[in-house]
């Protein structure tokens, strides 16, 4: 039984030997397998050191172009906003070019309506005096003061008139003009080149350079054989 038994631990201190000469062998691949390891990490390293500057490069390219990009962009902005500016002074300068006028506009004919009604009783007044004898000692002192004081009426009505742009058309002798004259009739003669105002029927008024009324007149016309007959008959 002893003998089995040393037998048995013989036996197994002769398996242990083997498996720790075993042991022994996974030590130097460890050692293989460590190296290994080693140049993938240095080899990693150095991937991620160079990755880690080509990084570092677009890095430095990117802030470049940011700040190029910006400035580009400020460029632009103020170009539009001298754009818009100058639109708006452009703007502001045609609004009051256009006030002035308008305003001018208004000084010179606001009243049009009211002198065009004026003109009516200035015509009355003139076929008032046109109507009174030239001599007027044989008539009543009434009569004189009242025909007096028409004058002076007239005569005031025409400085205000004047004074605010109305004019009287009077081309008795004047070339027809068809912008201020309106022609009621023809009259045929040899005396005065054609297209000449030989008659006026009724004076015209102007404000300013707007017609308010036409002068009526009578226009020459060059004369035929039998105008000339007919005139000489007459």
């Known amino acids: 039984m002893w ?32 190296d290994d390891l080693q140049d993938v990490i240095n080899n990693a390293a150095e991937s991620d050191a160079g990755d880690a500057n080509a990084a570092a ?21 103020r170009d539009a ?35 065009r009604d004026l003109v009516g009783a200035i015509d009355n007044l003139a076929r008032a005096l046109a109507s009174a004898p030239e001599d007027k000692s044989s008539l009543d002192e009434s009569v004189q ?5 028409i004058e002076l009426s007239w005569t005031e009505i025409q400085s205000a008139i004047e004074k605010h742009g109305v004019r009287q058309i009077n081309p008795l002798g004047e070339k027809f003009d ?4 309106q022609a009621m009739f023809e009259v045929p ?35 035929d054989n039998a105008d000339t007959a007919s005139a000489e008959k007459q």
């Open 145 to 149: 003061s009242l025909l007096t004081g």
């Open 3 to 34: 003998n089995s038994a040393f037998t048995m631990t013989k036996k197994t201190d002769t398996k242990i030997d083997p498996e720790m000469q075993k042991g022994d062998a996974p030590q130097d691949g460890a050692a293989i397998i460590d």
């Open 57 to 77: 490069e677009q890095t430095s390219d990117a802030e470049t172009g940011a700040q190029s990009d910006p400035l580009t962009a400020m460029t632009a902005e």
């Open 178 to 181: 068809y912008n201020f004259h």
């Open 81 to 115: 906003l001298k754009d818009q500016l100058l639109r708006a002074l452009a703007d502001t300068e045609n609004m009051r070019r256009r006030s002035e006028r308008e305003a001018e506009t208004a000084r010179k004919y606001g009243h049009t309506q009211f002198a």
């Open 189 to 223: 003669t040899n005396d005065q080149p054609p297209g000449m105002v030989l008659e006026v029927v009724q004076h015209g008024y102007a404000l300013h350079d707007r017609l308010l009324r036409p002068a009526m007149v009578g226009v020459s016309k060059a004369a």
